[in-house]
């Protein structure tokens, strides 16, 4: 069965821009969370969803910002980036939590220049 | 709050070496405990996962057991093979409250032939 899908793969941005990256989840799957991952501070988490509901939210600013549609696919914006903004943001989904295990997809790797 | 802390190597074995990663964890309470485990340019896999005290995960050929008395759950292989080359990451989450996993900062391994 098809995987966690993340789009784009990779993207470069300007300073102040805001972005949008797009997750699929494994069919049936209705957990979707966010993960922020630099050399620095390591994998952290932004925020979860379950059935378009935010159950969860990491410690970022309110520039991050998610959704989940009614078929559990979801989106996370980023408005006015900053150089600091530029990782690897991981999408997960999960059955219905991560106590069964998340679900990984590859990843959108954003720069900001 | 809840944190993970295991060695950060890098760790360098040659093929067919004993694989230990150590993984101490601080939370409240009865976390689940995982290893994931991330392949350069891919997302995070699930590897093994122990959800109560003295259960033991297991997953090609690597195990790893929930020690609550010592918070431990180190990951451990009898014999390392090439493929097995890439960044282990424990991981804790809390069953029934907050979706979000707290990552360790993650062991890079390199296995040479």
């Known amino acids: 069965k098809a995987g966690v899908t993340q789009t784009p793969r990779y993207l470069i941005k300007t300073r102040g821009q805001q972005v949008t990256l797009s997750c699929s989840p494994i069919s049936g799957h209705r957990s979707v969370s966010w993960y922020q991952q630099t050399p620095g501070q390591g994998l952290q988490f932004l925020f979860e969803?379950?059935?378009?509901?935010?159950?969860n939210k990491g410690n970022f600013p309110g520039r991050f910002s998610g959704r989940q549609f009614s078929n559990s696919r979801s989106e996370m914006n980023v408005s006015t980036l900053e150089l600091g903004d530029s990782a690897l943001y991981l999408c997960?989904?999960?059955?219905?939590?991560?106590?069964?295990?998340?679900?990984f997809g590859s990843g959108t790797r954003l720069t900001v220049v | 709050g809840d944190s993970v802390t295991q060695m950060e190597g890098p760790v360098t074995l040659s093929e067919e070496a004993f694989l230990t990663i150590n993984c101490t964890y601080t939370?409240?309470?009865?976390?689940?405990l995982f290893w994931y485990v991330q392949y350069p340019g891919e997302g995070l896999q699930l590897l093994l996962k122990?959800?109560?005290?003295?259960d033991k995960g297991s997953n090609k050929g690597f195990e790893a057991t929930y020690r609550k008395e010592t918070t431990s759950f180190h990951l451990e292989k009898g014999s390392v093979q090439v493929s097995d080359s890439a960044v282990y990451f424990c991981a804790l989450l809390h069953q029934g409250g907050s979706e979000k996993l707290v990552f360790g900062k993650g062991t890079k391994l390199t296995v040479n032939p």
């Open positions: 939370a409240t309470g009865y976390p689940s």
């Open positions: 969803y379950f059935s378009e509901t935010q159950r």
């Open positions: 122990a959800t109560k005290a003295d």
């Open positions: 997960a989904s999960s059955l219905a939590g991560g106590v069964y295990g998340y679900t």
